[in-house]
């Protein structure tokens, strides 16, 4: 399985951006895919998941209100609406799969994404 994140860039307080997550290779249906993002000098961490049967998602408190993770099956794509950006959103973000329900098995490449004050 290939990930591809696309989607990121520079953006002012206040706008918004939709990240992109393109899966190619898969020959089943995962169990979830989800969006982590890496600040510099921090941790990964997690921001939203879905799950692919049912669409059920989860999300970080961070982000809860502001983020929308959603699918799109026939396009095997993921998508991340993020509006209201703040600062703290600056970040490399990275797509990532979820094969049966157990760990993140794959990992996309990472987009940039700042937010300017």
């Known amino acids: 399985v290939q990930l591809q994140a696309s989607g990121g860039g520079l953006v002012q307080a206040g706008g918004s951006l939709r990240l992109s997550c393109a899966a190619s290779?898969?020959?089943?249906?995962?169990?979830?895919t989800g969006w982590f993002r890496q600040a510099p000098g921090k941790e990964r961490e997690f921001v939203a998941a879905?799950?692919?049967?049912?669409?059920?998602?989860y999300y970080a408190d961070s982000v809860k209100g502001r983020f929308t993770i959603s699918r799109d099956a026939a396009k095997n794509t993921v998508y991340l609406q993020m509006n209201s950006l703040k600062s703290e959103d600056t970040a490399v973000y990275y797509c990532?799969?979820?094969?049966?329900?157990?760990?993140?098995?794959?990992w996309g490449q990472g987009t940039q994404v700042t937010v300017s004050s």
């Open positions: 879905i799950v692919w049967s049912g669409g059920r998602t």
């Open positions: 290779g898969r020959t089943f249906s995962s169990y979830s």
């Open positions: 990532a799969e979820n094969l049966r329900g157990t760990k993140y098995d794959y």
